[in-house]
């Protein structure tokens, strides 16, 4: 249904702002709360305390039409973590929204879970946020955290389960040996990756020998046949992101953070950090605009599985 949909859709938004000039968000991120059940070293996300935020249905319904109406066809919720959100009110939970992103003319959902709780969301696209093997894992999210996502992966009988690792300097040891767990495990799809970026800190930034290493390892892995999303050409690209920040398409996704704020893109340009970016999708937004077949590919197979049921 999603491909029907788009076989309409993609041509008529491609003209539009390729054409045309405008910009139009083919994909919406929505920060839902900041409630989180971990304490991850690399997150510049939850809070405590006061300071944390959640919004109501009626704020993310709202936000989800302001998406739509923009022209995003894929929506993503994120926290803190997603499973976590509740509307006691409106006896809402992550999966209200999922319905209800679908019944407003979404093509595809996802939500970016830490894996620390039963895996029930409904979403055609589900990220498991994992930052190594067992030891660097548990280092970087805490004690027991690797052990717990893996039972609840075991027992998600999800048909699009993929993995997000992002790379710092404690664990990219660690990449290509979960370059393999996802490659080896029955339950998990795709592995995707993306550098420490230093919102708030530098102390965990890979240094450029690093980020060489990794991308070079990347490559390899994806040629030797792993399940990598990361299109070959992008992750040439990342290896310098100067190479393609000044041609840079990340108005693709826009944003709408927990207190509500709106972003047409992501978050580092607000903090001024494009030129250190570390998020393999900014170079793959810019070969989609450019309709680069290799991104094209890669970008419809993390989403080629088959919709859940009840969805």
């Not at 029930?120 to 067992?134: K, V």
């Not at 052990?147 to 790379?167: F, G, K, P, S």
């Not at 300097?169 to 767990?181: I, V």
Request: proline share 4%; glycine share 6%; net charge neutral.
């Amino acid at each position: 249904m999603t491909m029907m949909k788009g076989m309409f859709y993609y041509p008529w938004w491609f003209f539009q702002c390729k054409v045309l000039g405008r910009r139009k968000p083919l994909q919406s991120v929505i920060f839902i709360t900041d409630l989180c059940n971990l304490r991850c070293r690399h997150c510049c996300i939850v809070k405590e305390g006061p300071a944390v935020l959640t919004k109501t249905l009626d704020e993310v319904r709202e936000e989800m039409h302001y998406c739509y109406d923009a022209g995003s066809r894929f929506i993503d919720f994120e926290g803190g973590e997603p499973h976590l959100w509740r509307d006691k009110e409106a006896g809402a939970d992550i999966n209200t929204l999922i319905d209800e992103a679908h019944a407003m003319g979404f093509h595809s959902t996802t939500v970016t879970t830490n894996a620390q709780l039963p895996i029930t969301a409904r979403s055609n696209l589900i990220w498991i946020s994992l930052d190594g093997l067992e030891e660097m894992h548990d280092d970087q999210r805490g004690a027991g955290t690797f052990a717990r996502a893996m039972e609840n992966i075991e027992a998600c009988d999800h048909a699009n389960l993929n993995v997000n690792m992002v790379v710092t300097s404690r664990n990219y040891r660690d990449f290509e040996p979960l370059a393999r767990l996802v490659h080896e495990h029955p339950r998990l799809r795709k592995l995707s990756f993306s550098f420490y970026m230093p919102y708030e800190t530098r102390d965990l930034v890979v240094s450029s020998e690093v980020r060489n290493l990794i991308i070079d390892q990347a490559i390899e892995l994806k040629k030797a046949g792993y399940p990598l999303m990361n299109s070959l050409t992008g992750l040439k690209m990342l290896r310098d992101p100067r190479s393609f920040v000044p041609k840079k398409q990340c108005w693709i996704s826009n944003f709408i953070m927990v207190d509500g704020t709106r972003l047409a893109c992501c978050q580092g340009e607000a903090a001024g950090i494009c030129d250190e970016c570390g998020f393999g999708m900014g170079a793959e937004m810019m070969l989609l605009f450019s309709l680069h077949p290799e991104m094209v590919r890669a970008g419809l197979s993390v989403r080629s599985a088959k919709k859940p049921a009840g969805v």
